[in-house]
Protein backbone atom coordinates (compact mmCIF):
# COMPACT_ATOMS: atom_id res chain seq x y z
CA UNK A 1 0.00 0.00 0.00
CA UNK A 2 1.19 3.10 -1.19
CA UNK A 3 0.39 6.88 1.10
CA UNK A 4 0.73 10.00 0.79
CA UNK A 5 0.96 12.40 3.45
CA UNK A 6 1.55 16.26 4.26
CA UNK A 7 5.14 17.25 5.67
CA UNK A 8 4.94 20.40 7.06
CA UNK A 9 8.18 23.03 7.65
CA UNK A 10 8.81 25.20 9.90
CA UNK A 11 11.74 27.66 11.00
CA UNK A 12 12.52 27.25 14.75
CA UNK A 13 8.92 26.53 15.86
CA UNK A 14 7.84 23.29 14.88
CA UNK A 15 7.63 21.75 18.29
CA UNK A 16 5.37 24.73 18.99
CA UNK A 17 3.02 23.81 16.37
CA UNK A 18 2.74 20.57 16.36
CA UNK A 19 1.67 21.06 20.03
CA UNK A 20 -1.09 22.93 19.09
CA UNK A 21 -2.02 20.36 16.14
CA UNK A 22 -2.27 17.58 18.87
CA UNK A 23 -4.74 19.54 21.16
CA UNK A 24 -6.88 20.16 17.77
CA UNK A 25 -6.58 16.05 16.27
CA UNK A 26 -5.59 14.20 19.41
CA UNK A 27 -3.23 11.32 19.87
CA UNK A 28 0.04 11.29 20.33
CA UNK A 29 3.23 11.80 18.46
CA UNK A 30 4.79 8.71 17.03
CA UNK A 31 8.29 9.72 16.56
CA UNK A 32 9.70 12.89 18.08
CA UNK A 33 13.60 13.70 16.73
CA UNK A 34 15.99 16.37 17.07
CA UNK A 35 18.99 17.73 15.12
CA UNK A 36 21.11 16.94 17.84
CA UNK A 37 20.06 13.10 17.12
CA UNK A 38 21.65 13.42 14.01
CA UNK A 39 25.12 11.56 13.35
CA UNK A 40 27.81 14.52 13.19
CA UNK A 41 28.74 15.06 9.64
CA UNK A 42 31.53 17.74 8.91
CA UNK A 43 29.09 18.84 5.72
CA UNK A 44 26.53 19.96 7.35
CA UNK A 45 27.31 21.30 10.91
CA UNK A 46 24.38 21.69 13.12
CA UNK A 47 24.57 25.32 15.10
CA UNK A 48 23.70 24.96 19.03
CA UNK A 49 20.49 26.92 18.21
CA UNK A 50 18.94 23.94 16.26
CA UNK A 51 20.28 21.33 17.80
CA UNK A 52 17.16 21.31 20.10
CA UNK A 53 15.06 21.97 16.96
CA UNK A 54 12.79 19.03 15.67
CA UNK A 55 14.32 17.33 12.77
CA UNK A 56 11.34 15.13 12.44
CA UNK A 57 7.93 14.97 13.74
CA UNK A 58 4.83 12.98 13.57
CA UNK A 59 1.64 12.90 14.37
CA UNK A 60 -1.07 10.01 13.36
CA UNK A 61 -4.17 11.59 12.45
CA UNK A 62 -5.78 8.31 11.33
CA UNK A 63 -5.17 4.59 10.34
CA UNK A 64 -4.19 6.38 6.61
CA UNK A 65 -3.13 9.78 7.75
CA UNK A 66 0.14 11.49 9.49
CA UNK A 67 0.84 14.76 9.94
CA UNK A 68 4.73 15.14 9.68
CA UNK A 69 6.97 18.03 10.10
CA UNK A 70 10.38 19.43 10.86
CA UNK A 71 12.58 22.80 11.19
CA UNK A 72 14.95 23.64 8.37
CA UNK A 73 17.70 23.58 10.88
CA UNK A 74 19.05 26.26 9.01
CA UNK A 75 19.82 24.26 5.82
CA UNK A 76 17.93 23.99 2.74
CA UNK A 77 17.59 27.94 2.22
CA UNK A 78 15.23 30.40 3.66
CA UNK A 79 12.00 28.91 4.28
CA UNK A 80 9.31 30.36 2.06
CA UNK A 81 5.50 30.75 3.72
CA UNK A 82 3.04 29.03 0.94
CA UNK A 83 6.19 26.70 -0.12
CA UNK A 84 6.41 25.46 3.19
CA UNK A 85 5.39 21.97 3.25
CA UNK A 86 6.02 18.64 1.26
CA UNK A 87 3.90 15.52 -0.01
CA UNK A 88 5.68 12.59 1.86
CA UNK A 89 4.92 9.46 -0.36
CA UNK A 90 5.39 6.06 1.95
CA UNK A 91 5.55 2.62 -0.64
CA UNK A 92 5.70 -0.52 0.49
CA UNK A 93 8.86 -1.44 -1.98
CA UNK A 94 12.02 -0.36 -2.93
CA UNK A 95 11.28 -0.47 -6.48
CA UNK A 96 8.23 1.30 -6.34
CA UNK A 97 10.15 4.20 -4.55
CA UNK A 98 12.31 4.69 -7.18
CA UNK A 99 10.22 4.69 -9.59
CA UNK A 100 7.87 7.74 -8.15
CA UNK A 101 11.50 8.96 -7.50
CA UNK A 102 12.68 8.91 -11.33
CA UNK A 103 9.04 10.21 -12.76
CA UNK A 104 8.09 12.52 -10.58
CA UNK A 105 12.10 14.09 -10.72
CA UNK A 106 11.93 14.04 -14.68
CA UNK A 107 12.65 17.80 -15.63
CA UNK A 108 12.83 18.73 -12.22
CA UNK A 109 15.36 18.87 -9.05
CA UNK A 110 16.48 16.67 -6.90
CA UNK A 111 17.65 17.65 -3.74
CA UNK A 112 18.44 14.30 -1.94
CA UNK A 113 18.78 11.16 -3.96
CA UNK A 114 17.26 8.18 -2.91
CA UNK A 115 19.88 6.15 -0.58
CA UNK A 116 19.75 4.56 2.67
CA UNK A 117 19.22 6.54 5.45
CA UNK A 118 20.62 6.39 9.50
CA UNK A 119 17.72 6.39 10.41
CA UNK A 120 16.34 3.44 8.75
CA UNK A 121 14.64 4.51 5.33
CA UNK A 122 15.33 4.18 1.97
CA UNK A 123 14.34 7.92 1.03
CA UNK A 124 14.86 11.13 -1.39
CA UNK A 125 13.53 14.23 -2.04
CA UNK A 126 13.02 16.18 -4.76
CA UNK A 127 11.07 19.53 -6.15
CA UNK A 128 8.98 18.28 -9.35
CA UNK A 129 8.94 20.47 -12.78
CA UNK A 130 5.59 22.21 -11.61
CA UNK A 131 7.58 23.76 -7.72
CA UNK A 132 6.18 21.15 -5.95
CA UNK A 133 8.27 19.25 -3.08
CA UNK A 134 8.18 15.43 -2.73
CA UNK A 135 9.80 13.14 -0.06
CA UNK A 136 9.52 9.55 -1.06
CA UNK A 137 9.92 6.43 1.45
CA UNK A 138 10.51 3.13 2.27
CA UNK A 139 11.34 0.89 5.05
CA UNK A 140 12.06 -2.38 4.64
CA UNK A 141 11.24 -3.43 8.70
CA UNK A 142 7.98 -1.87 8.32
CA UNK A 143 7.22 -4.52 5.89
CA UNK A 144 8.23 -7.59 7.70
CA UNK A 145 5.69 -6.54 10.96
Known sequence: MTTINTYLTFEGNCENAFNFYRTVFGGE???VGRFSDM??????????????????????????????GSD??????????????????????KEKADTFFTQLSAEGKVTMPM????????????????????MISFNEASQQG
Open 29 to 31: FAH
Open 39 to 68: PADPNYPISDEARNQIMHISLPISKECVLM
Open 72 to 93: TGGHGGPLTVGNNFSLSITTDS
Open 115 to 134: DNTFWGDYFGMLTDKFGINW
